[in-house]
C-alpha cells in the first residue's frame, strides 16, 4: 500500500516543521540528523513533509526559490534556476489540432536542464548534512547540473555515467565544472546501483532522484506552470504531459498537486492529467500503466536514440504510478523517429531540445491520433533539456552544410 495522505500529527522528528515520512508504511524520520535515502524500516520511498502547506499568496521572488514556502530550506546554492519560459507553439497546436498547447521549457534553466531545481536544494541539503563527497548515476543532465552546483558549492562531485551512452554536451559540462567522471560498462540502472551502494557505505551523498530533496525543487515546475498558465490563459491546464525515465518529475508534479490541495489552493478534480511518456525501447512505466499494475518490472536491456531517458527501473514509479492514476492521465510510447520527428516541429516553432524532450511532444501527437486527448483540452508538454545537450542528434535531425567558395558570386550559385 503506498500512503500519500498529507496533513495530520507533526511527529517528534520534525526539525522546523520538516520530515521525512516513508510511502510504503508511514514511518516518519528526522529530516538533517542522518544521512538517510530510504526507510529505515521497510526500504521504501521518503518524502518530504510540512506542518503547513502554502497557497499562491504566500510566493514571492522569482525562480524557484519563490516558493521558499513550499520547500525545506529559505534558501539554496543558487545560480538563479527556474523561472523558465512557457511558449505558445502554433504550429505544433494546429497540426494536433487541440485547443491551446503550450511548451514549458526547462531547457532554459541555467545548465540546460530542469535537475537545477533539484541541485539548488538537494546540495545545500548536503551542505547542511556537512557531507564532503556528492555523487549521482545519470544519463547525463543529472551529472552536468550536480558537477555545476557542486562547484558552487566547493564540493567534490563523482559522477558514474553508462560508457558511451551520454551525449556529448553533458559529458563536457561535468568535465568543465571538475566532476570525477567515471565510465560504467553497464546501463543507467547498473550504474544507480552501484553509487547506491557507494552512498550506502558512507562514501558519498546520493543526489539521484531517490534522494527526497531533490523532487522537493523539481515540484517548482508545477507551481511556475500553475501560476504561468492562469496568468496567460486564464485557466490551469487540464494535462501535462511530460517525458519519464525514473519518473521523478511525475512524482514531483503530483506532490505538487497534493500540497495545494491540502493548503485548500486547488480541488482534487482540478489536478492536471498527468501523462508520461518513453521511448519504445525503454517504457517500464508505460506498461505498468498500461497493464493497470502497482508495480513497475524493470527492464534490463533499453535502448533508444532519448539516451536522456534509456532506462528500465523507474526509482520512483511508487510515488509516480498512484499520480498519473489519481489525476486522471495515463502514459504512452513512441518511436525513436516520432521523437525526432517532434524534435523537428519544436524546432520549426523556435524551441530547440534534446530528443527525450521532444518525446513530450511525441506522446501528445499519438494520443491525440489515438483519440485519447480530446481537441478541447489546454496542455502543456514539458520539454526537460536543450538542444545544445546533444548536439549529434540535433545535427542528424536537422538539414545537411553546403560547401561554397568564398565568393558572392559563387554563394548565389549554390543558392
Ligand atoms: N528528460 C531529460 C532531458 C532527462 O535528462 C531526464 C532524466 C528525464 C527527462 C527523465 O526525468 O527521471 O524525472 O522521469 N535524466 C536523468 C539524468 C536520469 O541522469 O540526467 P525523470
Known amino acids: 500500500m503506498v500512503d500519500l495522505e498529507l496533513g495530520g500529527e507533526t511527529p517528534a522528528e520534525a526539525t522546523d516543521g520538516v520530515w521525512l515520512a516513508c510511502v510504503a508504511c508511514g514511518e516518519t524520520v528526522a529530516p538533517y540528523d542522518d544521512v538517510v535515502y530510504r526507510c529505515p524500516d521497510c526500504d521504501g520511498l521518503l518524502e518530504v513533509r510540512y506542518d503547513e502547506y502554502p497557497t499562491f499568496d504566500d510566493f514571492e521572488g522569482v525562480g524557484v526559490w519563490r516558493y521558499a514556502d513550499a520547500l525545506p530550506l529559505n534558501e539554496g546554492v543558487s545560480i538563479r534556476e527556474g523561472n523558465t519560459p512557457l511558449y505558445t507553439v502554433p504550429e ?3 497540426d494536433v489540432d487541440v485547443a491551446d498547447v503550450r511548451v514549458k521549457h526547462e531547457g532554459m534553466n541555467p545548465t540546460g536542464a530542469f535537475k537545477d531545481r533539484g541541485m539548488t536544494v538537494g546540495v545545500k541539503v548536503a551542505e547542511r548534512l556537512g557531507v564532503d563527497r556528492l555523487a549521482c548515476a545519470s544519463t547525463g543532465n543529472t551529472s552536468a547540473a550536480l558537477a555545476c552546483y557542486g562547484a558552487r558549492a566547493d564540493t567534490e562531485v563523482l559522477v558514474l555515467l553508462p560508457a558511451g551512452k551520454v551525449a556529448a554536451g553533458k559529458v563536457a559540462q561535468a568535465a568543465l565544472h571538475g566532476a570525477r567522471i567515471l565510465e560504467v560498462e553497464g546501463n543507467f540502472d547498473a550504474c ?21 530533496f531533490r523532487l522537493e525543487g523539481q515540484k517548482t ?23 519519464v525515465g525514473n519518473a521523478g518529475n511525475t512524482a514531483a508534479l503530483y506532490k505538487c498537486f497534493r500540497e495545494l490541495v491540502e493548503a485548500g489552493a486547488m480541488a482534487e478534480d482540478e489536478m492536471p492529467a498527468l501523462t508520461g511518456v518513453q521511448a519504445e525501447g525503454a ?11 502497482e508495480e513497475v518490472r524493470r527492464w534490463e536491456e533499453v535502448e533508444t536514440r532519448a539516451t536522456a531517458i534509456r532506462i528500465g527501473n523507474p526509482v520512483n514509479a511508487p510515488k509516480a ?15 525513436d523517429d516520432e521523437i525526432t ?40 508538454c514539458l520539454t526537460t533539456g536543450h538542444l545544445l545537450k546533444d548536439p549529434d542528434a540535433a545535427a542528424a535531425a536537422g538539414g545537411d552544410t553546403t560547401p561554397v567558395p568564398a565568393d558572392a558570386d559563387g554563394v548565389l550559385d549554390v543558392l
Open 321 to 335: 504510478l498512484p499520480g498519473v492514476r489519481a489525476t486522471g492521465g495515463t502514459a504512452v510510447a513512441v518511436s
Open 283 to 293: 517504457a517500464p512505466m508505460v506498461e505498468a500503466v498500461r497493464e493497470g499494475r
Open 341 to 380: 520527428d517532434a524534435q523537428r516541429a519544436l524546432a520549426r516553432d523556435g524551441v530547440g531540445v534534446e530528443p527525450a524532450s521532444a518525446a513530450s511532444v511525441a506522446g501528445l501527437t499519438k494520443l491525440r491520433r489515438e483519440g485519447e486527448i480530446d481537441d478541447d483540452e489546454q496542455v502543456v
Open 92 to 94: 505544433i497546436e494546429a
Open 221 to 243: 515546475i508545477g507551481l511556475e506552470i500553475l501560476e504561468q498558465s492562469k496568468r496567460e490563459t486564464g485557466e490551469w491546464p487540464d494535462r501535462i504531459v511530460l517525458p
Open 192 to 212: 544507480l546501483d552501484v553509487v547506491a551502494e557507494l552512498a550506502a557505505r558512507g562514501e558519498a551523498y546520493l543526489l539521484n532522484s531517490i534522494n527526497p
